[in-house]
């Protein structure tokens, strides 16, 4: 249970009169032209705001899904389904760890608390430099190489925690 | 049919079904949590396990979910198995792990289907200790509440609200353990069909809030079969009463009409019935201010007052049931009745009436129009003059997905493999309408034209069909739009056609009509659906009487006695109009709500709500039926006067030395008897004789507690419980209650309950094929067929140039005792006025400016509206909301600037 983050609705940050850039517009209508059915583009639309945001604003959401013609209530639904389209503000590096069945096999939960030790956050948090967020995440496909780990979009694997150090020292 | 081998025993069924529906229908128990007969399987909760095997040999066999596996000739299965029973005993007890296990405090506890199947699985105490995850709940608006915590993650709240009513504002969000239904912000949910997702639900996320307030549970309640009154498609509804009050209302199934869902109007619109101001003695004037009398007094004032010499004439209701419209004109006689309905209403149903009763085309069902293959909407908005049918359309449109699944041989039964199938692929609707309409996102094309260009477009499309039909001159526009529309209905196995009384043309009626009559030369199977304006206006139509201007032209001032039933005129006649006509008359007004036209009379009579009396009301297809008194006003205070209208008027008699009524068959059979039209109207429900093993029918369930303390704050003695010579009900929990012992006729079913069934699921129990018809047949009786063949209408001269009144019918306000109820005043808008973009600029009107508006002896100031959607010379008015007089459509309209 000590993995799972509590999250206070009231801590979120809000972003008042919300706009979609240029670019993200142009984005955005770029990714509708691949499909013939607007609800398609949903991820795509929601990675270009990521893109230029780093995360995407709850404010983001009814633009965006007027922009490609959905409800606000669809696209929130796709938003929230996805764990790597990020709804809170998040570092300038992002810790996915593995938890899938493999790597806990391969050591999991050591690597779990090397990282704890080293940021100082927990699951969900980023470390107050706006370094690091640590996320859980489930998979990486990479099982022969437990225990995995992705930061940004790079994997790492096996990770041992020895190697942790020096491993989060390359990301500045 | 197929043959489907359970637990040894073999069984015929329709092998079209899926194994659940199959053994539901059977009535066999199994627990299920994701299908619905009304949104078919998609195997989401794995709760309907059952073994099946390979043969009859086959020993091992494996699980299967009975609602996705189809019920194919010699299929084996076992539903007792004892790896299904545990697999559905862990797949309960799963879907409970973060259940807060709160029932004594859940308003769904009592009528809970998760409660039932809970139970049905024997998962009896809790095993999961740990955390539970928890949501906030959002505030909905003032219909329904939510609790999101109850949860199973069934998926049938969204698979309703957005698939089945084509809601766009609730949604589901987050994965795996963490999933949450709701809104993307907090808010009102927007759809006027929302109130269904609390009996889809199956749990107690989302409940009835205006229930809440009052709460009471299922079985201490009292409960009767009767019929929604917020329109005339003639809802079946089962309200429940505690204490003398109206609780909260719930569906009554009939596979007809409603089915499963009712519009938010209907189930939320009730609390007129509860209000502190309704009359409940016999009121007489003295002075500028009432004076409260007993029954028996008011009997005897009122008869003074019709022996004064005078003439008397009555004035009848389209809100008012058959039998009061009927007492009162064998009060008054013939010659003196008048139907109470606007000269234009009156007119309009009248053609209606005449279109159904002598053209070649049947009336359709809900169920029908929900089977309509192409449809033409001519005219009406029917989100506010006959909402069910909005939805229906919904699913008429939809109707694509089962054709397309059924050519590539999936089940139509599979719901999500239809909706791939389908994708975005509608069956077409044609709307042409003044306004844009919430279907419109629906439509394969609209229109968007005053009462001449609708009318223009209806009779091409018959003329297109028919050269014999009436030619019509048509810009090429609408000529091509025209044909198109003629060579799709032509195309379709089951087309439709809708229009009615709502944008107060004749000449639209007319049409539609026309391309009815001109479609059914080439395909028996073409219905229409017309919408008339209040519940009981075709019923009263068909009374055949004078309208309420002929009444006040007949007054015309002179001295007379008026008995006006349940009607306030001020909502059908301008004030000076029935100044002009009233001005030497005496009025007697029998009505259940204080309104203007109580407030004028000499003497008010208190009638019964349509929980607190029975009564026939005709549909919109002219099917008579009979809405059943839910609980009796006097047992809680039995100085009350109130009581039906019919028994108001009988008692009058009396206290003339007539002979009089005592019972209601006797006011059915002498109504029959006296209009010829209405015969049949008997045979609507059974008569107050009717028995089953010798006993009357609770209106209660047995369960119900307290009933002989329910008045012990008044008096420690205990009254026995009210007779009703009117009705096989009994008001009690003691007579024939269950679903078992004789198929109970489907007009006498008060609420849906069975053993181990107390949410609305036990409907079931008491269906021939579960989702289809009722065991005994569905209530109600058609008062007429339609004919051989009828004539086309000719055409008529175009209405006249300039501003023109247009009525906007509200699903919130515009219908009189509905926009008395507290939650559905919340949800009713300001009154405006809706103005075309190009009249409003020639008259120099901007947005959301306040706005002059003459017209009769009205001058007015709204906040404009101004629309591109609206045809230029149409000026719309929302129809009965407060602040808007009665409207005459058609009539001209001055615009000014400024307040
Ligand atoms: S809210 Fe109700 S209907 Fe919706 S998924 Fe949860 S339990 Fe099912
Ligand atoms: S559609 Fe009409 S009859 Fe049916 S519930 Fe709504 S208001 Fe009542
Ligand atoms: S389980 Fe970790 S990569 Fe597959
Ligand atoms: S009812 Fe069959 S899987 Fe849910």
């Known amino acids: ?172 | 049919m197929a043959k489907i081998h359970v637990d040894g025993n073999t069984y015929e069924v329709n092998g079209a079904d899926n194994l659940l529906q199959a053994c539901l229908s059977l009535g066999l128990d199994i627990p299920y949590f994701c299908w619905h007969p009304a949104l078919d399987s998609v195997g989401a909760c794995r709760q309907c396990a059952v073994k099946q095997y390979k043969d009859a040999d086959d020993k091992n066999g494996r699980l299967v979910m009975s609602c996705m596996t189809p019920a194919s000739d010699n299929t084996y299965i076992s539903i007792a198995d004892d790896e299904a029973k545990e697999f559905r005993e862990t797949i309960v007890s799963l879907l409970m792990t973060n259940h807060p296990h709160d029932c004594p405090v859940c308003e769904e506890g009592g009528h809970c289907h998760l409660q039932d199947m809970t139970v049905m699985t024997g998962h009896h105490s809790r095993d999961y200790r740990f955390t539970k995850r928890t949501h906030q709940n959002q505030y909905l608006g003032p219909f329904i509440g939510h609790e999101m915590n109850r949860c199973i993650s069934c998926y049938r709240c969204v698979r309703y609200y957005r698939d089945y009513a084509g809601g766009k504002d609730l949604g589901v969000f987050g994965s795996a353990a963490n999933v949450y239904f709701g809104r993307e912000t907090e808010g009102v949910l927007e759809s006027e069909f929302s109130g269904n997702l609390t009996e889809v639900c199956p749990t107690g996320v989302f409940t009835d809030k205006t229930h809440s307030e009052r709460y009471t549970r299922k079985w201490d309640m009292q409960f009767a079969p009767a019929i929604c009154t917020g329109c005339a498609v003639g809802c079946n509804i089962s309200p429940g009463e505690r204490y003398g009050e109206v609780r909260r209302i719930e569906n009554r199934y009939h596979s007809e009409l409603n089915g499963y869902f009712l519009c938010d109007r209907g189930r939320f619109g009730y609390g007129h019935a509860n209000l502190k101001n309704r009359p409940t003695h016999a009121l007489v004037r003295e002075g500028d201010s009432f004076v409260t009398k007993h029954r028996g007094e008011g009997v005897n004032l009122g008869a003074q007052l019709l022996k004064s010499g005078k003439t008397v004439i009555g004035i009848g209701s389209p809100r008012a049931s058959l039998e009061a419209n009927h007492a009162l004109r064998s009060l008054v006689g013939a010659g003196n009745f008048y139907s109470g309905a606007s000269a234009q209403d009156a007119s309009l149903t009248a053609l209606c009436l005449k279109v159904l009763r002598e053209g070649p085309v049947p009336a359709a069902t809900i169920k029908r129009i929900d089977q309509a293959d192409a449809v033409l909407v001519l005219g009406e908005d029917t989100l506010g003059t006959a909402a069910r049918v909005a939805l229906a359309l919904r699913q008429a449109a939809r109707g694509k997905l089962q054709t397309m699944s059924t050519e590539k041989k999936v089940p139509d039964w599979q719901a999500a493999s239809a909706a791939d199938i389908a994708q975005h692929e509608l069956n077409p609707l044609f709307i042409a309408t003044p306004m844009a309409t919430k279907l419109d996102e629906i439509a394969a094309a609209t229109l968007r034209a005053d009462a001449d260009g609708l009318a223009a477009l209806g009779n091409a499309v018959a003329h297109a069909l028919d050269a014999s039909a009436p030619a019509v001159s048509a810009d090429a526009d609408t000529a091509a739009l025209a044909q198109r529309i003629a060579d799709t209905l032509k195309a379709a196995k089951k087309p439709l056609i809708v229009s009615g009384t709502g944008c107060g043309s004749a000449a639209v009626i007319e049409a539609a009509a026309n391309v009815a009559y001109a479609l059914a030369k080439l395909n028996a199977e073409t219905a229409i659906s017309l919408a008339v304006p209040e519940a009981n206006s075709l019923g009263l139509a068909m009374f055949g009487a004078p309208d309420l201007d002929a009444a006040l032209a007949r007054l015309n001032g002179q001295e007379a006695v008026v008995l006006v039933l349940e009607n306030d005129l001020s909502r059908r006649a301008s004030a000076s109009a029935l100044d002009a006509a009233f001005a030497q008359s005496t009025v007697i007004a029998i009505d259940h709500q204080q309104t203007a036209t109580t407030a004028t009379a000499a003497l008010v009579l208190p009638a019964a709500s349509f929980a607190e009396g029975d009564g026939t009301w005709v549909n919109f297809e002219g099917r008579a039926q009979r809405s059943f008194q839910t609980y009796d006003p006097a047992y809680y205070d039995r100085h009350v006067a109130t009581q039906e209208s019919w028994r108001w008027i009988a008692q009058l008699r009396t206290a003339l030395g007539q002979p009089a009524w005592s019972k209601l068959d006797e006011v059915i059979a002498d109504a029959e008897a006296a209009i010829p039209a209405l015969k049949g109207i008997a045979q609507a429900a059974p008569n107050a004789e009717f028995r089953i093993d010798g006993a009357k029918l609770a209106r209660a369930p047995q369960r119900q507690s307290g009933r002989t303390a329910a008045r012990a704050n008044i008096f420690v003695h205990e009254p026995k419980a009210t007779q009703d010579p009117d009705s096989p009900l009994a008001f009690s929990m003691e007579g024939i209650n269950s679903t078992h012992a004789v198929e109970r006729p489907a007009a006498l079913i008060p609420f849906a309950w069975s053993p181990g069934w107390n949410s609305p699921s036990a409907w079931n129990k008491f269906q021939a094929e579960v989702g289809g018809a009722m065991k005994g047949g569905d209530s109600g009786v058609h008062l007429f067929r339609h004919n051989g063949a009828a004539p086309y209408f000719p055409l008529r001269a175009a209405g006249q140039d300039g501003l023109r009144l247009l009525p906007l019918h509200q699903h919130f306000g515009s219908e009189e005792l509905s926009a008395k109820a507290a939650p559905i005043q919340e949800r009713t808008a300001q009154a405006y006025v809706a103005i075309n973009v190009a009249d409003a600029q020639r008259l120099g009107i901007e947005h959301q400016s306040q706005t002059r508006v003459e017209f009769g002896d009205y001058s007015l100031s709204l906040p404009a509206k101004v629309r591109v959607d609206l045809p230029a010379g149409s000026v719309g008015l929302p129809a009965g909301l407060a602040g808007i007089p009665p409207l005459v459509a058609g009539a001209a309209v001055r615009l000014g600037k400024g307040g």
């Open chain 1, 1 to 172: 249970m000590s993995d799972t983050p509590v999250l206070k609705l009231a801590d979120l940050p809000k972003a008042q009169g919300f706009a979609l850039s240029e670019e993200e517009r142009h984005e955005i209508e770029h990714a509708l032209g691949h499909y013939p059915d607007g609800r398609a583009a949903s991820i795509d639309a929601l990675k270009a705001v990521q893109k230029h945001r780093g995360w995407v604003p709850d404010e983001a959401i009814p633009e965006i899904a007027k922009a490609i013609g959905i409800s606000a209530a669809d696209l929130e639904g796709v938003a929230t389904f996805y764990s790597l389209i990020f709804r809170r503000p998040v570092g300038r590096h992002v810790i996915k760890v593995c938890d899938s069945i493999s790597c806990h096999l391969t050591g999991y939960e050591e690597l779990r608390d090397e990282l704890v030790k080293q940021l100082g956050v927990q699951y969900g948090q980023t470390t107050p430099d706006n370094r690091y967020t640590l996320l859980p995440i489930c998979c990486l496909g990479a099982c022969d190489r437990g225990a995995t780990m992705m930061i940004d979009d790079d994997l790492h694997g096996p990770v041992e925690p020895a190697d942790v150090k020096a491993i989060l020292e390359s990301y500045k």
